[in-house]
């Protein structure tokens, strides 16, 4: 047999090309097993993130609603400053009255009113006033009778500014930006909100995940040291509260937390507090961070408690031996066994932490609520989705680039579960 | 032969089941004492008189714009009759999203024969809205809670005192009747408000009005938690609807008294949504038939002091279904209750609901 020639399996072909063949079989077979899996995640997972995506981009309502009008302002300068001539106020009419007996022009006012506040209100008001325009006549005046906020260029700037298919304008307003007639500014001082928010999601996931840490590491400590009966009493101490509905939980600590509650009661009764200047628990920070943290305290102490159950005590015990006080025993021979724990639970407990809405939004108050809160609000009050769906976007990219920096710092193969 | 026997069998099963399969009917509407109102005036009857209608009570209409909003963008209306403040009902009808209505052949006429355009009058404000109360949102105080050698508060301009009045509040997490309260109480005069509130510069008073309390404000949503936050001492003093506030104290007897001056009148009715299928929207229009007659109106003042919206009604609202008290003097039109009122302007708020919303929920989280 010289070095050239195939080898050739039993059925006569090279041996080659027959190993390829069975294990092309089984890679069909393994894509077929995980194939319900993928299509689920695919369907319900990736799909609706990137038609999240694409919402915040999205921006055809303009174009579609005043298709004369913004041909028609393509020769209009925003930056002259000049209210738009007599072709652009036909257009508008033109427009408007077919948008008016589609009833589309108020979605139109709502569309606009996102960038610019009062837009609504115009669209609304113009639509009454379109039916009893003279075509004939001079449109111009008859648009300022109806509204003279007309007259305003900004008014058309909006307008203008938002006549292409697709547009920065929900990423540049989730930044507190805006694109006015010299480029990208920044908003009004009173509309600055969103960069306060993300700040202060950041902050309050931060402290909650510091609480959980400081409150859990015990915890986890003795479940993983006591004996097996009365660690797992206590064990079951930890799950009853992640059997009970998030709901109940949450209501649970607004009877605690108010100031008429069960806390201030008892400190007002032992003397601590006066009747007068109860504390203040509820509806604000405060109210967030100890709510959040006892709701997420077994993300911490479960991956915590799988970790140190793999310590061996002889470890410590060897330290002792060896003349090491309690303190030196744990941190430096306990404490570093038990970081990729640390790192597990912190991990889960952020990431839970910085999506949270319903116990924000329950007893959060206003100063305790999180940009999660404000998404929420957009996609079922205000019905922003394209704003809301940037804001999202944003805080996806947050939370990766947050990940990239954990990764650099604690690094990712250090984080376990067990 | 047994093939047959089955079929036949299966097919009498079919055809007797048929009647027993209710045809289910979503209302929308506020929950808690108003609700309970409603289900004892009106779905309790209708059910009883249409044995075929199975009636599901929704709790959502303090959002049910942006929900109808959303249905009409998914194609897919779930609702069939939906409960709405005036406002509400001009917005949806210029949206399309409810459907017109023409009161005297899809209405009941009136018990004393007048029209139905003549019997509701005023109250119809919108082709959309069937008009079914008169409300007000107004206050209620913790008697309890006022402090020694001071007069109990009187209305809505003491909220802004926190020197006389110190303590929490609770308002309602929406521009409507606050920021009308924030420039009445500042020294704008009754008629300025709404013209003021067009312009940039009045916004920012009542807005600056309202910062003035800010800190000592917990926001409410749903129509039960101001009565909630009362009962549990939470706050000093609520706005609420007053129906709320009526249940709290008589059928209650919680310790909290109303504050009338400066009530918000506004109106309450059905809205249809538009493009139901033909076979719901002839069930929800039976529905607001019955329930909108003169003496299912007349039958919900006894359950909550909420005035009817007929003018036939006034005359056959006595007395408290339950407590036997006389319903007059607590309705929110009695002339002895509040000193001044204000007159929700709804078309108003019909067009300038989406620019205040913005501004005040952002104003709400700075």
């Given at each position: 047999m010289s070095d050239s020639s195939p080898v050739i399996a039993a059925d006569g072909r090279p041996l080659k090309a027959s190993l390829n063949r069975a294990l092309r079989r089984q890679k069909i077979r393994a894509l077929l097993l995980i194939a319900p899996l993928l299509l689920f995640v695919l369907i319900t997972f990736i799909a609706p993130i990137a038609d999240m995506l694409f919402r915040s981009v999205e921006n055809d309502i303009v174009s579609n609603t005043l298709p004369r009008t913004v041909v028609a302002l393509d020769g209009w300068d925003a930056a002259s400053g000049e209210t738009p001539d007599e072709v652009i106020?036909?257009?508008?009419?033109?427009?408007?009255?077919?948008?008016?007996?589609?009833?589309?022009?108020?979605?139109?006012?709502?569309?606009?009113?996102?960038?610019?506040?009062?837009?609504?209100?115009?669209?609304?008001?113009?639509?009454?006033?379109?039916?009893?325009?003279?075509?004939?006549?001079?449109?111009?005046?008859q648009f300022l009778e109806i509204e003279e906020?007309?007259?305003?260029?900004?008014?058309?700037?909006?307008?203008?500014?938002?006549?292409?298919?697709?547009?920065?304008?929900?990423?540049?307003?989730?930044?507190?930006?805006?694109?006015?007639?010299?480029?990208?500014?920044?908003?009004?001082?009173n509309q600055r909100i969103y960069i306060m928010l993300f700040g202060r999601t950041i902050f309050l996931s931060v402290s909650i995940t510091l609480s959980c840490f400081l409150l859990g590491y015990p915890i986890a400590f003795l479940l993983a040291n006591l004996k097996a009966r009365t660690s797992n009493i206590l064990m079951i101490l930890v799950l009853l509260p992640f059997w009970t509905s998030l709901l109940v939980r949450t209501s649970a600590w607004k009877v605690l937390l108010q100031q008429q509650g069960v806390i201030n009661d008892t400190l007002v009764w032992i003397g601590l507090v006066a009747d007068d200047n109860r504390l203040e628990l509820i509806n604000n920070q405060t109210g967030t961070i100890i709510a959040m943290t006892h709701i997420l305290l077994p993300f911490m102490i479960l991956p915590l408690y799988s970790v140190m159950k793999t310590i061996p005590i002889t470890y410590v015990r060897a330290a002792k031996s060896l003349g090491a006080t309690n303190w030196t025993t744990f941190w430096r021979v306990y404490f570093p066994q038990s970081v990729p724990g640390i790192g597990a639970g912190s991990i889960l407990v952020f990431i839970l932490a910085i999506g949270y809405y319903i116990t924000p939004a329950l007893v959060g108050g206003t100063s305790g609520t999180f940009i999660s809160?404000?998404?929420?609000?957009?996609?079922?009050?205000?019905?922003?989705?394209?704003?809301?769906?940037?804001?999202?976007?944003?805080?996806l990219a947050l939370v990766l680039v947050l990940y990239g920096l954990y990764d650099k710092i604690v690094g990712i193969d250090n984080v376990k579960l067990g | 032969m047994k093939l047959n026997k089955l079929m036949l069998g299966a097919g009498v099963l079919?055809?007797?089941?048929?009647?027993?399969?209710?045809?289910?009917?979503?209302?929308?509407?506020?929950?808690?004492?108003?609700?309970?109102?409603q289900q004892n005036a009106y779905h309790d009857p209708y059910m009883a008189a249409n044995p075929g209608v199975n009636i599901i009570n929704d709790e959502s209409s303090p959002e049910a714009v942006a929900k109808l909003r959303?249905?009409?963008?998914?194609?897919?209306?779930?609702?069939?009759?939906?409960?709405?403040?005036?406002?509400?009902?001009?917005?949806?009808c210029d949206e399309g999203l409810a459907m017109e209505i023409d009161a005297d052949s899809q209405l009941a006429n009136g018990d004393d024969g007048s029209t139905a355009t003549a019997d509701f009058g005023d109250m119809l404000v919108s082709a959309c809205f069937i008009p079914q109360i008169v409300f007000s949102t107004t206050f209620g105080y913790r008697t309890d809670m006022v402090p020694a050698g001071t007069d109990a508060p009187t209305g809505a301009c003491d909220v802004f005192d926190l020197e006389t009045y110190p303590g929490k509040r609770a308002l309602n997490k929406r521009p409507i009747a606050n920021m009308e309260w924030a420039l009445i109480c500042d020294g704008v005069a009754y008629d300025d408000v709404y013209d003021m509130l067009e312009t940039d510069e009045g916004q920012a008073r009542a807005f600056a009005k309202l910062d003035t309390i800010k800190d000592e404000t917990i926001w409410w949503s749903a129509s039960a938690e101001p009565v909630q936050l009362l009962a549990d001492g939470e706050v000093f003093m609520a706005s609420a609807y007053n129906g709320r506030l009526f249940s709290m104290i008589a059928e209650q007897g919680q310790p909290v008294g109303m504050a009338w001056n400066w009530q918000m009148f506004d109106l309450d009715g059905w809205i249809i949504p538009a493009n139901l299928s033909d076979e719901r929207r002839q069930a929800a229009l039976d529905y607001v038939y019955f329930a909108t007659d003169t003496q299912r109106l007349a039958d919900q003042a006894k359950f909550i002091s909420y005035g009817p919206a007929r003018a036939s009604s006034a005359p056959l609202v006595g007395q408290h279904a339950t407590l036997g008290i006389e319903m007059g003097p607590h309705m929110p039109t009695d002339p002895n209750n509040a000193e001044n009122t204000f007159v929700n302007n709804y078309s108003w708020w019909a067009d300038y609901r989406d620019d205040l919303d913005a501004k005040f929920q952002a104003w709400l989280v700075k």
């Open positions: 106020f036909a257009a508008l009419a033109a427009d408007l009255a077919e948008a008016v007996s589609a009833k589309r022009h108020t979605q139109l006012g709502t569309r606009l009113n996102y960038e610019l506040s009062g837009m609504s209100s115009l669209f609304r008001k113009t639509g009454r006033g379109v039916k009893k325009l003279d075509m004939d006549a001079p449109l111009r005046e906020d007309w007259a305003d260029p900004e008014i058309w700037n909006t307008i203008k500014a938002n006549s292409s298919k697709y547009t920065a304008g929900y990423f540049l307003n989730a930044v507190d930006l805006q694109m006015g007639p010299d480029g990208i500014e920044a908003r009004p001082e809160n404000r998404i929420a609000y957009h996609i079922s009050s205000s019905l922003n989705w394209g704003l809301g769906a940037a804001l999202g976007a944003i805080l | 079919a055809v007797s089941a048929a009647p027993l399969m209710a045809q289910d009917m979503t209302i929308v509407s506020w929950g808690g004492a108003y609700s309970a109102s959303a249905m009409a963008e998914a194609g897919n209306t779930t609702w069939d009759v939906v409960d709405v403040e005036a406002a509400d009902a001009i917005r949806l």
